[in-house]
């Protein structure tokens, strides 16, 4: 019997991300570079017996899974946890603008403990995202067959510390990219990195 | 004893739902205490499953059910399965 997995990917690309803009909880439409990443996810897990999809209740996110479901002819559940970490201010500037505009925060967060546990001005620190994502997320893990979750770069992050049993320090350096999709082994904490 | 009319059977529903909606919450709010008290097991290296602890919260939750009017046994039976999630938690952490 193969190891159950977890499923784990991230939105196509949008316009905000191809100006390098904090996107959080605003939305920004997918690009068609976008749109084709979609699509090449669904097929690659095509063959792979995804039972259960959730998405993001994101605008981006929901236009992948949309992709996504068509391919794999299952529909997608909106878990409302899933959403982008909350980058408050930062939200819609660009990493340039935010530099120049909010220099102490940057300076505040060097070490990894920081990163982890400064929240962005009126917004989330990764450490509200875990306490928002661990139920959640670990009672996915007791859920029978292949699980997806559609979701963003810093939420994700959190969820592979979660499942990998892993510290967020160790994970939130690791950002995914918008044509990989994860599997993770909750169970022997491994993972494999697929590009599309 | 008489029949409700509908609409008493309607407003006795719904304080039903509304009951089960804050059952649903308190159980995700036990769960999320759950996941923190794995989480300083796993810092502190204590095993998940602590027997002596366990008899203590049935013993105490059929006290309670006996206290409310509810069949003991129902209500260790509920409790068992909550302990069963409670564990699967504790170990994912």
């Known amino acids: 019997m193969s190891e159950k997995s ?26 068609k570079a976008g749109k084709e990443q979609a699509e090449l996810v669904g097929r690659l897990l095509l063959d792979k017996n995804i039972e259960q999809i959730f998405v993001s209740p994101l ?12 391919i794999l002819g299952r529909e997608a559940m909106v878990m409302e946890e899933l959403a982008e970490m909350n980058f408050g201010l930062f939200e819609g500037k660009t990493k340039s603008e935010t530099r120049i505009a909010h220099p102490d ?31 959640p997320i670990l009672s996915l893990m007791s859920r029978e067959g292949e699980i997806l979750l559609i979701a963003h770069n810093s939420v994700n992050k959190v969820i592979r510390g979660i499942l990998l049993g892993q510290e967020l320090k160790q994970v939130v350096s690791h950002d995914q ?20 | 004893m008489s029949k409700p009319n509908n609409d008493e059977l309607i407003k006795l529903r719904q304080k039903i739902d509304k009951l089960d909606q804050e059952l649903v919450s308190l159980v995700a709010q036990r769960m999320k ?8 097991k796993k810092a502190k290296n204590i095993p998940p499953l602590d027997l002596v602890r366990w008899q203590q919260v049935v013993e105490s939750r059929r006290k309670l059910a006996t206290k ?26």
């Open chain 1, 177 to 196: 990219k918008n044509n990989q999709v994860i599997q993770i082994f909750p169970n022997i904490g491994e993972e494999r990195v697929h590009h599309v």
């Open chain 1, 6 to 31: 977890i499923w784990l990917a991230r939105h196509g690309q949008t316009e905000w991300n191809k100006e390098e803009r904090y996107q959080g909880r605003k939305n920004s439409p997918l690009t």
């Open chain 1, 105 to 135: 925060f940057y300076s505040s967060r060097e070490s990894s403990e920081q990163k982890i546990s400064l929240a962005y001005p009126d917004g989330e620190s990764y450490l509200d995202v875990w306490d928002r994502l661990a139920l």
């Open chain 2, 68 to 93: 409310y009017g509810l069949n003991s046994e129902f209500i260790e039976e509920v409790f068992d399965l909550l302990h069963e999630q409670a564990l699967k938690l504790e170990e994912g952490v």
């Open chain 2, 33 to 40: 205490l759950v996941v923190k008290v794995g989480l300083y």
């Open chain 1, 59 to 70: 605008g981006r996110a929901r236009e992948t899974a949309a992709i996504i479901s068509n």
